[in-house]
């Protein structure tokens, strides 16, 4: 077994595992030393008149970090078409991705959701700041065995956004008019958990389990489907503003949800609602607690939603013009090492083969971030650099792993790139020349939550076989959480005249 660094922000060190097959055979002593190997046994053909430059190639991981993994709105009940509140016997529904992590040592994946108590002014339901976990402590889900009743994990907080009146009171919805926001006298408090089944002014509040029921079942792998209900009636509150003894239903509203590994995601207990939590939404649940709109926070949340990709060691080479010799679009991986790059992020066997591929004049591995001690994969901040010496007419290529990914690696074209242009040499980014790739050998998973990526897989070289063999490039489109090239990976080459 090897273990693999992931370096975040080049100083935290998460370590994560990935374990080799005998085909892989890792050599630790070529790991440690080979920032330094550099094989020179295709150069015995260099023209003597040909200039020989240095060039120092910095490959940095320049995503930009997101406090959370996946969110959405739940405003449409289930059978219907529009968004509406729940009435009595209605449901939301919806469903999430999240592996038992998202990155090493991130605290596990938690739910947290947002949705009105609307027979109040300023009520939500949702969980305590921790979120509901996903995940039991031997990386279990929650609710293997069908649908696991959360409710017991659902709280009633006062928003601290408007003054409490009476139940039933003309400033609270249902009473206000649908489209009404912010009536009511402005409240200038903190958000706080009702603790006792009255508020001021003397309202009696059903106990929770009387208006909601959230239940999570495993639709897996890595996949969950939440149910929020609405299980009250007819006499579920007492609306005294409207008159003695009449009482109501409770509606629900439609909310905001979010998949997350850090605490408070949409408020902090004791603090104003506008700006708090790791949302920061100037709106916070106001717009929710008090209308039911779930819109603003919505809005915010999904600005701060994202995939955190770090990215793996990997192999270069320096080579003729007319070969590829990492892969070849539209053709099965070589079986010289891409595919232990491209699923587990190790590069040792990739590297050895360059060394000794026709037509490769240097090569060598990538694997000790800037900065760090040892070999890793690099984070959100984090870089490997690492140097080449080549003639006009030489290419360059190398592969590094996107590493939230089953089989993906980020690559120049097959043919790789010039390190010449009109003769001077190249310098300067070269991003735009950077694609992203299937490797071909196994099979896609969620981005960030697959249970077979190198993360979360508990052995390497594990997962499905892919159902399509052959190299390819990734359509954008496949999962929306994958972000463009330009905001995970930059590469940058300079090169010097000896
Ligand atoms: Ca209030
Ligand atoms: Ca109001
Ligand atoms: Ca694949
Ligand atoms: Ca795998």
Redesign the pocket.
């Known amino acids: 077994m090897k273990k693999l660094s992931l370096v975040l922000n080049c100083t935290v060190l998460l370590a994560f595992t990935a374990c080799t097959e005998t085909d892989v055979a890792i050599d630790e002593t070529a790991i440690e030393s080979n920032q330094e190997t550099v094989s020179e046994t295709k150069g015995e053909n260099v023209q003597e008149n040909l200039e020989m430059v240095d060039f120092t190639i910095t490959i940095e991981n320049v995503v930009t970090p997101k406090p959370i993994f996946q969110s959405g709105v739940f405003a449409v009940p289930v059978g219907g078409s529009d968004p509406a509140p729940l009435f009595p016997g209605d449901a939301y529904e919806f469903e999430i991705d999240a592996g038992p992590h998202a990155l090493p040592g991130d605290g596990g994946t938690r739910l947290s959701f947002v949705t009105m108590f609307v027979q109040?002014?300023?009520?939500f339901f949702a969980p305590d700041e921790e979120g509901i976990a996903l995940y039991n402590e031997d990386g279990s889900p929650i609710c293997e065995n069908g649908p696991l009743d959360v409710t017991d994990q659902v709280l009633l907080w006062?928003?601290?956004?408007?003054?409490?009146e009476p139940t039933g009171s003309p400033n609270q919805k249902p009473q206000q008019a649908p489209d009404t926001e912010d009536q009511g006298e402005d409240?200038n408090?903190v958000v706080t958990e009702i603790t006792s089944n009255s508020c001021s002014f003397g309202n009696i509040l059903p106990e929770t389990s009387e208006v909601i029921k959230v239940t999570i079942e495993y639709v897996g792998p890595a996949r969950f489907k939440v149910r929020i209900k609405n299980v009250s009636d007819a006499t579920t509150i007492a609306v005294p503003a409207k008159g003695e003894d009449v009482r109501a239903p409770v509606p629900v509203s439609p909310g905001v949800y979010a998949v997350h590994t850090m605490p408070a995601p949409f408020f902090v207990e004791g603090v104003a609602a506008s700006g708090a939590g790791l949302i920061a939404s100037s709106e916070g649940v106001e717009n929710i607690a008090e209308d039911g709109f779930p819109e603003a926070l919505a809005m915010d949340t999904k600005a701060a939603s994202g995939l955190i990709v770090p990215l793996s060691p990997g192999a270069w080479a320096i080579h003729e013009k007319d070969i590829q010799p990492i892969y070849s679009i539209g053709s099965p991986d070589f079986g010289e090492g891409l595919e232990a790059v491209a699923e587990d992020g190790i590069p040792t066997m990739l590297a050895a083969s360059l060394a000794e591929k026709a037509g490769v004049r240097f090569s060598g591995a990538f694997d000790t971030p800037v900065g760090a001690d040892g070999p890793g994969a690099i984070g959100p901040g984090g870089s490997y650099q690492f140097t080449c010496s080549g003639t006009d007419g030489d290419y360059l290529s190398l592969a590094t792993m996107f590493v939230q990914s089953n089989d993906w690696f980020y690559s120049f074209a097959p043919n790789g790139i010039a390190l010449f242009e009109d003769g001077a040499p190249r310098a300067g980014d070269v991003t735009d020349y950077i694609y992203l790739y299937d490797a071909g050998t196994e099979a896609d998973e969620y981005p960030g939550a697959g249970l077979s990526q190198v993360i979360r897989q508990r052995d390497g070289d594990s997962g499905e076989a892919d159902p399509d063999m052959n190299v390819r490039l990734i359509n954008p489109s496949v999962q929306s959480n994958v972000p463009a090239t330009v905001n995970v990976i930059k590469v940058t080459i300079s090169g010097t005249s000896k």
């Open positions: 109040s002014n300023d009520l006062d928003s601290g956004t408007e003054v409490n409240e408090g």
